[in-house]
């Protein structure tokens, strides 16, 4: 299996790890960075022959069988077209997985005419953060997820709002039907570079069960993540940096009693499960997409974008809720990174 990795930034090194972990060989590394490139050489132990700064010449020439994309989210459509014309059988590329619905669907579409198998670098259904709760929440003690909240600091809803929406896919089992938004007026600080921008703020989604997912970001929150995932019988919270999860639900002659009964004796437990980690968890996306089972499908990528796009219509309009179809704005373009 021979790797091109694209980008050579931080997450463009973990991918390498990844790559590393997994026992592929890595051809090339490129970077539009003639430092990046040089860091990563140095730390990667990489020779001059892997290094390449035109990305399209790199691809083209070195006919890799996969190629891995951590570029900032501007350049996503142009160099998944690229690779997959080029030949590539398999395609990662981080997220979000464009800044238009119009980007994601020619993605889709032109990797659809080439045989590429493309995937975004959402983890979540390979983290135990997530697999712990869900198979606690889908037994009997539980009953079932009936909400999400993600209480955060200032994470940025493209940067890391994006992941969550995916994790609630995960965690629901259904695609989202409906979106409000409140977003700040200010815009989230991006490291790479001043032509970027996210947003702070809160969003609302709802599944066609009734299922919801609220995360709350704004941009007056500076630390932590937690998880709170409420079913009817039980409540599970998760704090994601430290690991810690913490439940408790209806002792088993009180399960079938009204939900109005909310102080009804409950079992309590406390787990400590793995902290967030990328290395990981980016392998098994990686994995997955190579072996075709149970890959993170590109249409998920373009899902949340969907999720996203509506809850910036709907931050406009005063949080309105806004119906997921296709009247979906395709053609505008986001300043995501």
Known sequence: MK??????????????????????????????????????????????????????????????????????????????????????????????????????????????????????????????QYITPKMMLNSKEYGGLSSMTVTAGNFGMAMNGLHYIEAFRFMSGEDPKYVSAWFSAGKVANPRGVQFEDKAGCIRVVTPKGVRLYIDASEDQGNGVVVTYAGRNGIIQVNELSGELTAFARTSEYIGESTTRYGLPSAHEKLMIPPVELIDSTANVLRSLISGINYVHADYGMNAIKVLEAGYRSSESFGKQIELNDDSNQETKFPWA
């Open 3 to 128: 790797v091109a990795i694209i980008g050579a930034g931080r997450m463009g090194q973990r991918h390498l790890e990844a790559v590393r972990l997994l026992g592929y060989e890595t051809i090339g590394v490129s970077d539009i960075s003639a430092k990046n490139l040089t860091d990563t050489a140095e730390k990667f132990s990489l020779d001059a022959s892997q290094l390449h700064l035109d990305p399209h010449a790199f691809i083209s020439s070195e006919n890799p069988d996969c190629v891995i994309i951590a570029t900032t989210a501007d350049s996503h459509c142009e160099l998944v077209c690229a690779a997959a014309q080029a030949g590539a059988k398999f395609i990662l590329v981080e997220k979000p997985m464009a800044t238009s619905l119009s980007d994601c669907q020619k993605m889709i579409n032109v990797c659809k005419k080439t045989g590429s198998r493309l995937s975004v670098n959402h983890q979540m259904q390979f983290l135990d």
